[in-house]
Antibody, heavy 120, light 106 residues
Framework: QVSLKESGPGILQPFQTLSLTCSFS??????????VGWIRQTSGKGLEYLAT???????YFNPSLNSRLTVSKDTSNNQAFLKITSVDTADTGTYYC????????????WGQGVMVTVSS | DTVLTQSPALAVSPGERVSISCRAS??????MHWYQQKPGQQPKLLIY???NLASGVPARFSGSGSGTDFTLTIDPVEADDTATYFC?????????FGAGTKLELK
């Protein structure tokens, strides 16, 4: 049974770096064709794709945020990580990590999401 | 970016059939997926690659389409189907989502 859970700071100030952790079970990023995708949901843009990290450490980013995003993984501990630099109020929203299928491109399973508020 | 256009809301009665549309601003082959999101919950995959039912999803849900026009059909609709339905394409970079169609039951 696949399960994912996001964790993060909750609240941070403008210009800080947002660091999120995705802890998952039921699959491994050491297995071919597995990926973890990051998506956020904001009042301004709805659901917005951020990035994907694949089993082979290949990474894809949304070009609109490319320069601000970093993704990484810890295969041994079944974790994936997302960092967003220089946040502002537009980054306020709910952040989801997902299991992603390489062949279909769908986001098969989603974490419950973590709410992030950027406020001074 | 590929823009996905969905109608904002629909209202149907239980037992009826409902079709929810998603139109892409450019072709996405068959790489269109559908999700259901209930209030306070995360999205849940219903259909992948236009017409494939995701694991555990009732057969009342089906998908069709290719290219730029896609449809999610629920037949028959049940009270528990009250939710917002999103489409997502993974053919063109970056992945994009529709704004969602809110389905209400009469």
């Amino acid at each position: 049974q696949v399960s994912l859970k996001e964790s993060g700071p909750g609240i941070l100030q403008p210009f800080q770096t947002l660091s999120l952790t995705c802890s998952f079970s039921g699959f491994s990023l050491g297995t071919s064709n597995m990926g973890v995708g990051w998506i956020r949901q904001t009042s301004g843009k709805g659901l917005e794709y951020l990035a994907t990290i694949w089993w082979d450490d290949d990474k894809y980013f949304n070009p609109s945020l490319n320069s601000r995003l970093t993704v990484s993984k810890d295969t041994s501990n079944n974790q994936a990580f997302l960092k967003i630099t220089s946040v502002d109020t537009a980054d306020t929203g709910t952040y989801y990590c997902t299991q992603r299928d390489y062949y279909s491109g769908a986001f098969d399973y989603w974490g419950q999401g973590v709410m992030v508020t950027v406020s001074s | 970016d590929t823009v996905l256009t969905q109608s904002p809301a629909l209202a149907v009665s239980p037992g009826e059939r409902v079709s929810i549309s998603c139109r892409a601003s450019e072709g996405v082959n068959s790489y269109m997926h559908w999700y259901q999101q209930k209030p306070g919950q995360q999205p849940k995959l219903l259909i992948y690659k236009a017409s494939n039912l995701a694991s555990g999803v009732p057969a009342r849900f089906s998908g069709s389409g290719s290219g730029t026009d896609f449809t999610l059909t629920i037949d028959p609709v049940e009270a528990d189907d009250t939710a917002t339905y999103f489409c997502q394409q993974s053919w063109n970079d970056p992945d994009t989502f529709g704004a969602g169609t809110k389905l209400e039951l009469k």
